[in-house]
């Protein structure tokens, strides 16, 4: 079985497409165990999408045992542990969804713009989420990592 991508962060409204390949002519099992709860939802079993999902989730058949669970228009419901398991082996690869409500919000706050050298300018950003990773942000200054809560010179 091969996943490539493990997580993903992913804005509100995007299109997901989560891969899965099995040993051909086998099938694929997709489900979910969404934030907060323990017990898989079953989205793609026996050849079809859940009735009650049909309109959230769709499969890209491939061919070749490949099984793609395309997600159109992520909302922050979607977000979640999603498996592919093969049918007939007990192999499995999970993927992390976390869907955020929108690009970050950041800003300067600062006693004057432009700042001049030795004014102490505070940088922020806000991401709301939901899902089971937090996404990392990381601020650089000039190609090089500034540590949280760090103070650098400019």
């Known amino acids: 079985m091969n996943t490539p991508n493990n997580s993903f962060v992913a804005v509100v409204g ?8 099995v040993n051909h002519p086998d099938h694929a099992i997709w489900s979910l165990v969404r934030v907060n709860d ?10 079809f999408i859940r009735f009650s999902l049909a309109s959230e989730y769709r499969i890209n058949d491939g061919g ?4 793609d669970l395309i997600i159109d228009s992520v909302d922050r419901r979607h977000s ?3 498996s592919c398991e093969s049918f007939q082996t007990t192999v499995e690869s ?3 969804l976390t869907v955020i409500d929108s690009d970050p919000i950041c800003g ?4 004057r713009l432009p700042a001049v050298e030795s004014d102490q300018v505070v940088m922020f950003c806000e991401i709301n989420s939901t899902g089971f990773l937090i996404p990392a942000m990381k601020w650089r200054k000039d190609s090089d990592a500034i540590e949280m809560k760090s103070c650098i010179g400019l």
């Open 80 to 82: 979640g542990r999603y």
């Open 38 to 47: 323990t017990n898989p939802v079953f989205i793609f079993l026996n050849c």
């Open 108 to 111: 300067i706050l600062a006693n």
């Open 94 to 96: 999970a993927t992390y």
């Open 14 to 21: 995007a299109n997901i497409t989560l891969h899965c390949t």
């Open 64 to 67: 070749r045992g490949q099984h």
